[in-house]
């Protein structure tokens, strides 16, 4: 039986690809036990993108269904993940849910689909897609000028090409002063860490250099970590 929330019982369906608990790998808040609700479908097709998994499949779930789940793992932190979680209307009374609940919420979007109704207690990590990714004209820039002092600004780096632009980005929008991080992560097994590393240092960029602990510690291609 759906729950009851301010007296009324909520039908609304989510499509879930999962829910789980595990390390939070990215973002300031990595390391942290967390516990991921990833929705399914996506509207870009980042050549690097380590979840394809999330575009189609999933199962419908009620928001009383999800938090009933995000409930069993007894963790403050909730990170909404994707595919893209933006693309579904209910997921903003998720976020009003958990938040109500007394979780800290985490949001990670691709950057292309506006923030503007996001409440404002919820962390946004921000992508900045670089062309590596074949979709930075799907950039949303005013996504860039909605950022709340918490947020985080996330840019995957494949090559020199995508630092670049990444370094050109973050200095024509101050992003370093504007947002909490400005996250420069390698793509996994394509440009070694310790080059990034040393562009950074170069151009004395105030970056932080993200690696994804979860891949560290469970290996790139174990889902569900
Ligand atoms: S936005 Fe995220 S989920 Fe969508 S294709 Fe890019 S990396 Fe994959």
Redesign the pocket.
């Known amino acids: 039986m759906a729950v009851l929330y301010n007296g009324k019982r909520n039908h609304a369906l989510l499509t879930i690809n999962e829910i789980f608990h595990s390390i939070q790998g990215e973002s300031t808040h990595s390391g942290r036990p967390c516990v991921f609700v990833r929705l399914t479908a996506?509207?870009?097709?980042?050549s690097?993108?380590?979840?394809?998994y999330?575009?189609t499949e999933g199962r419908k779930m009620t928001v009383d269904e999800v938090m009933t789940q995000v409930g069993t793992f007894g963790c403050g932190l909730v990170e909404l993940t994707?595919?893209?979680p933006l693309l579904q209307r209910e997921v903003y009374s998720l976020m009003d849910r958990l938040l109500a609940a007394g979780h800290t919420v985490m949001l990670e979007t691709?950057g292309?689909v506006s923030i503007e109704q996001v409440p404002q207690p919820v962390i946004k990590i921000v992508?900045v897609?670089c062309p590596g990714?074949g979709?930075s004209q799907r950039n949303h820039w005013a996504n860039l000028d909605r950022l709340a002092p918490h947020d985080e600004v996330k840019f995957?780096i494949k090559d020199r090409a995508d630092y670049e632009y990444a370094r050109d980005v973050v200095r024509r929008h101050e992003l370093t002063r504007r947002a909490a991080a400005v996250l420069f992560s390698p793509v996994h097994a394509v440009l070694d860490a310790k080059t990034l590393a040393e562009w950074i240092l170069e151009d004395r960029l105030e970056v932080r250099l993200q690696l994804q602990t979860h891949k560290y510690i469970w290996g790139a291609d174990v889902r569900g970590v």
């Open positions: 996506c509207d870009l097709r980042c690097w993108c380590d979840t394809p999330a575009f994707g595919g893209e691709g292309h992508d897609k990714s979709e995957v």
